[in-house]
């Protein structure tokens, strides 16, 4: 069956192939065509672990802006930055607890992180380096401490049911129902799907969604260009009216700013995102591909790159089919995660396959905060948001852990002393953007797997305006040859190429039609 499924889908990349070199050509994307899409190289952060700039060990705006040159610092003459495009702020709004995934109020910033001033001092210095600034908005839930909730519990314990805010959220005498907690007064539970600190608002509520307008117009009139959109699969209970909410959430953003962009965190399979695609949002979060039991992990242990490789196609049109317009967000672990350096065994060539790996997937990547570094964490959610690392031997910026972070493992490298390293897994990452922003085809092309004899290398294509990049991956620990490139891969010019073992061994090369990949290296052809 699996062979003849393979002449199947040989005979079929072959058709694709030649209908895409037919048309291909070399000529460059003019660049006005990239300047105003939405694909972009994102990067995490948790703003209390990233750069403390009053020495009080939290985190903060104007730490976070004395940092956005290592990040970006709009000259791509510079080779000190990161190089990426795109920021996603971890909840910033004033709450009670240290994540700030429970709001007290959607109009501010916390003061722990700074002041809206300083909020528009970094919009404005993202904007300056070519950096787009998005968000989390949690719309599911507020903190049980919001005025909202307050107006609403009283309401309830004085069984003034005709309050306008006791309709914000979800309350019943039924006991026995999942996810209700006990009010304590009156009879009353109410609906908190994640603790009871956190109240699910009533979407059907007309006065919140006239709330949750005012909230993105806010925001949009402050100049982000897009919310990640905490806990989507929780909205409604029912799928398909949370994914009426987006539908509806989505036309209003675009109405008041055409281009923003919208990402959803729909922790499920991969059917399910599919499903919420459809709600025409740009993106949603890749969870089946991350993590670690995730397709990446999964294929670089099992050295199955060819399966990557149909994967990774198949993915692509599924999501294609539900939303032409869909935006993939690949990810390798975020801040609910196991630090992907220790799910990868703390192995440095390891980790730098992975990234060339999940970075050349097509659409938004987004980077977790200090994986550039290799840091680690696992066990607590807290472990997982360690103070970022700027240097091994001078405190300057850095934070102090977040209170209940009970395993804090200390990388051998900060940042600084990364930057130094040739061999480094920041320098390696500096490379893998480069190349991304070189070619506007990786993040923005139409996948096709090749089916190679070896079973350990990936090979894709992706097309983008006419113009075809081949990816080439070895997902194995020995050295492999790729022979007859130009029928098999429709091209033997290799444009660059990435070797995780480093600086002195052996390099992909491409000789009499052969390409030789060294263990876990990658090959770029055009
Ligand atoms: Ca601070």
């Known amino acids: 069956m699996k062979t003849v499924k393979k002449v199947i889908a040989l005979v079929l990349a072959f058709v694709i192939l030649a209908a895409a070199t037919s048309c291909s050509n070399n000529t ?15 990067y995490e952060i948790f703003v209390s672990s990233f750069c403390d700039s009053n020495g009080d060990g939290i985190g903060d705006l104007k730490g976070l802006i004395s940092k956005l040159d290592y990040l970006n610092d709009g000259n791509s003459n510079t080779t000190n930055d990161l190089g990426i495009n795109g920021i996603w702020l971890m909840p910033i709004m004033p709450s009670p607890s240290y994540h700030k995934y429970d709001v007290t109020d959607y109009f501010n910033v916390d003061s722990k992180y700074g002041t809206l001033s300083d909020f528009e001092t970094l919009v404005k210095e993202c904007h300056k380096r070519g950096i787009k600034l998005i968000i989390d908005l949690v719309l599911n839930h507020t903190s049980s401490s919001h005025p909202w909730f307050i107006n609403a519990k009283n309401a309830a314990a004085a069984g003034k049911t005709s309050n306008p805010y006791f309709s914000y959220y979800n309350f019943t005498k039924e006991s026995g129902r999942n996810n209700y907690y006990d009010l304590g007064s009156n009879g009353y539970y109410y609906e908190s799907s994640f603790s009871k600190y956190m109240p699910d608002l009533n979407m059907d509520c007309p006065d919140v969604r006239k709330q949750v ?25 029912d799928k398909d009216k949370s994914i009426n909410f987006l539908k509806w959430f989505n036309s209003y953003c675009k109405s008041i700013k055409s281009d923003f962009y919208l990402v959803g965190e729909d922790w499920s399979s991969g059917s399910e995102i599919t499903d919420y695609y459809a709600s025409g949002i740009d993106s949603l979060f890749n969870f089946p591909f991350a993590d670690i039991s995730g397709t990446i992990n999964s294929s670089i242990n099992g050295k199955t790159g060819s399966d990557f490789a149909q994967n990774l196609a198949s993915w692509q049109q599924q999501v294609k089919s539900a939303n032409a ?45 200090g994986e550039e570094l290799g840091m680690l964490g696992s066990g607590k959610d807290e472990n997982k948001r360690l ?24 990388i051998a490298q900060g940042e600084e002393q990364q930057q130094k390293d ?34 350990t290398i990936c090979a894709y294509s992706t097309v983008y305006k006419g113009s075809k990049v081949v990816i080439i991956h070895n997902f194995s620990d020995k050295s492999k040859q790729v022979a007859q490139l130009s029928s098999s891969c429709g091209t033997a010019n290799m444009i660059s190429s990435l070797t995780p073992a480093g600086e002195g061994t052996e390099k992909p090369a491409v000789k009499n039609d052969t390409l030789t990949l060294p263990p876990y290296a990658t090959a770029i052809l055009k």
Do not use: C
Not at 28 to 42: G, H, T
Not at 391 to 406: E, F, L, N
Not at 428 to 435: A, D, E, N, T, V
């Open 325 to 369: 317009n869909a935006i993939d967000a690949p990810f390798l672990s975020n801040h609910d995660m196991n630090r992907s350096a220790g799910v990868l065994g703390r192995d440095p060539v390891k980790e730098k396959n992975a990234a060339s790996i999940y970075m050349l997937m097509p659409g938004n990547t987004f980077i977790y905060y």
């Open 387 to 410: 103070p970022f690392l700027w240097s091994s031997t001078k405190s300057t910026g850095i934070t102090k852990p977040v209170s209940g972070a009970d395993n804090i493992q200390v």
């Open 422 to 455: 040739d061999n480094s897994l920041l320098n390696f990452y500096k490379k893998l953007i480069k190349i991304k922003n070189q070619y506007p085809e990786i993040a923005r092309g139409a996948v096709t797997a090749m089916e190679l004899p070896d079973e």
């Open 28 to 42: 460059p994307v003019p660049k006005e065509n990239l300047i105003n899409d939405n694909y972009r190289n994102y």
């Open 213 to 237: 307008e005012k909230i993105a117009k806010f925001w949009v009139d402050k100049g982000v260009d897009g919310f990640r959109l905490d806990a989507i699969r929780y909205i409604y209970e």
